[in-house]
């Protein structure tokens, strides 16, 4: 179980000090499916990384199966089974396909097993596995080889910062095939940062954050239908 | 040969014993095994140090090793290899140099390997420099590389010092005639007070010539590079030049490109980057379970692969 209590995180700007992240506390219970919504700059992605261990928290603390990882390195909550999918992955010059989803496994992966997680995301495995992981590949390849690197990996929470950023609307459609699949097979609670109401409509929880503070978080079938209302009641000429 | 000398000829050739097909093998100044076949002669020269490698023409899938392995302390030589390829052969030279100085004395060891290289021959060369050795003498290779293209032909070449060379000064030039297609790779990792000072000049004279030249290099700690590829389009020609470096620590890396064109059909680009290990590529494999130290190796590695 995931529990982030009273988590804050400000940071030094030339006004003094800026809140990015006040007071939040939430719970994920094993298994689960969360996903964290709300307007840009609320403060989603900060807390995908805090809990992660990329940002650390400046106030609260987060537990993981009930140990106190706030302090814990990167590497260390990696081994604790916590993954985590970028929204800008870095490129490897150098580095192939295959030796970055063997590199995920924490060893040698055999070929049928990294085709098998490349067709899940949607790539024609025998065109990628030689493939460098440089510029040549487009920003959906990219997005969908750093899906792949969290299938490969045994994880007990997979957190994906907006898998949807910067990728065409086909690639989109074969993203929410591959969470759908993920999700029927998976064992691991998962964290999802997203906008997108069809990745949404799959979790069993949603998150809202809006200015660092959670403002609503509950099950799908209660908050998506809220959510989605208060979209239609935007334009006071209605 | 000892473990020491066995060892740095598999740093150097990736050789355990000795190879298959022609070879030379030099030790510490001196010839220590030669080997010619029915296809590939290799002669000593009578002018100067250093041997003359002949391939007939239409030799096909053959391999060539001529390392050079240096385990005394104070050895300096100065060696000329020409290598002659015929028409339509297809072969594969390894080269290479180790010094294992265990002294106070500097050991050095200049290569100058000319290659003639025929029509619609193809070669791939492979030189790798290594150093080793607990003494305080210098460990120093300058290798002068000079490559003539005849029509149609085909050059490929890897070059590797990845370890313990104290003082190098590359120099590579090639002449292309029509047709011709040479793709360099310099792969190059120092370290320590380490210098490396690479030249290289590409000629294309011949329509239809190409060339394709990819620098990869990694300084660290007080170590110094210079990278000084030029290529020359003198026809209707192609070529591409890029160095990427990784700079760590207190490194120094100067990059020069430089690009002419004598026609005006000769299409020549470069690129040149410097930069230290991107954080995001360090965070991704922290992410993975990877220490920070751990990543920095992977990352490296990839590189310079």
């Known amino acids: 179980m995931l529990e982030l209590k009273n988590i ?56 993981w199966n009930g140990t106190d ?39 040698d992966l055999p070929e049928d097993q990294c085709c ?22 487009s920003g959906g390849e990219i997005k969908r080889i750093e899906i792949a690197t969290l299938m490969a990996r045994d994880l007990s929470l997979a ?34 940062i997203s906008h997108q109401e069809r990745i949404m409509k799959i979790a069993d929880e949603i998150a809202i954050i809006a200015n660092g503070v959670v403002k609503k978080k509950g099950p799908t079938a209660e908050v998506f239908p809220e959510l989605m209302a208060e979209f239609d009641n935007t334009c006071s000429f209605r | 040969m000892n473990k020491t000398e066995l060892h740095m000829l598999e740093a150097v050739a990736d050789l355990h014993g000795v190879p298959q097909g022609a070879y030379n093998i030099r030790k510490n100044g001196e010839g220590a095994g030669r080997q010619s076949t029915a296809n590939i002669t290799i002669e000593t020269k ?40 015929g028409d339509d052969a297809d072969v594969l030279i390894v080269a290479g140099c180790g010094i294992h100085n265990s002294g106070d004395a500097k050991s050095e060891h200049d290569g100058i390997h000319r290659f003639h290289i025929g029509k619609n021959a193809r070669i791939k060369y492979v030189e790798k420099h290594y150093g080793e050795g607990e003494g ?41 005639e029509k047709g011709a297609r040479l793709v360099v790779l310099e792969k190059l990792m120092t370290h320590g007070n380490q210098i490396a000072h690479s030249d290289m000049v590409i000629e294309l004279n011949g329509e239809g010539a190409s060339s394709q030249i990819i620098s990869r290099s990694v300084a660290k700690d007080n170590s110094e590079q210079v990278f000084y590829p030029r290529a020359v389009g003198n026809a209707a020609c192609r070529a591409h030049v890029q160095c990427d470096s990784i700079i760590m620590d207190d490194a120094k890396i100067r990059s020069i490109p430089e690009i002419a064109a004598n026609h005006c059909d000769a299409n020549i680009v470069h690129e040149a980057a410097i930069g230290r290990i991107n954080n995001d590529q360090l965070l991704k494999l922290q992410t993975m379970g990877k220490t920070e130290q751990e990543a920095e190796e992977i990352i490296i590695n990839c590189f310079l692969k």
């Open chain 2, 136 to 176: 305080t003498g210098e460990r120093v290779l300058n290798p002068v590389t000079e490559i003539f293209m005849d029509e149609n032909s085909f050059c490929e070449m890897e070059s590797v010092q990845i370890r313990g060379v104290d003082s190098t000064k590359r120099n590579t030039t090639a002449r292309l």
């Open chain 1, 159 to 192: 957190i994906y910062d907006e898998p949807e950023a910067g990728i065409d609307l086909w690639s989109f459609n074969m993203l929410v095939e591959s969470f759908k699949a993920i999700t029927k097979t998976r064992k691991e609670s998962m964290v999802i």
């Open chain 2, 46 to 85: 009578t002018d100067k140090p250093g041997i003359d490698i002949i391939v007939k023409p239409g030799t096909k899938n053959e391999s060539v090793h001529i390392p050079v392995i240096i385990t005394q302390s104070g050895v300096e030589e100065l060696v000329y290899n020409d290598f002659f390829i």
């Open chain 1, 69 to 107: 990882i706030t302090d814990m390195s990167i590497t260390d909550r990696a081994k604790l089974g916590i993954g985590y999918a970028f929204q800008q992955p870095p490129r490897f010059k150098g580095l192939s396909v295959r030796d970055l989803l063997s590199l995920a496994h924490g060893s």
């Open chain 1, 8 to 63: 804050s995180f400000n940071v030094a700007d030339e006004k003094g000090e800026k809140d990015i992240i006040t007071d939040v506390s939430l719970t994920l219970e094993d298994g689960k499916f969360l996903v964290i919504t709300g307007p840009n700059g609320g403060g989603k992605s900060t807390l995908a990384k805090l809990i992660m261990g990329i940002e650390k928290p400046t106030g609260g603390k987060i537990l």
């Open chain 1, 116 to 137: 098998a997680y490349l067709t899940q995301v949607g790539l024609c495995s025998k065109d990628y596995l030689n493939r460098q992981v440089d510029s040549s590949l």
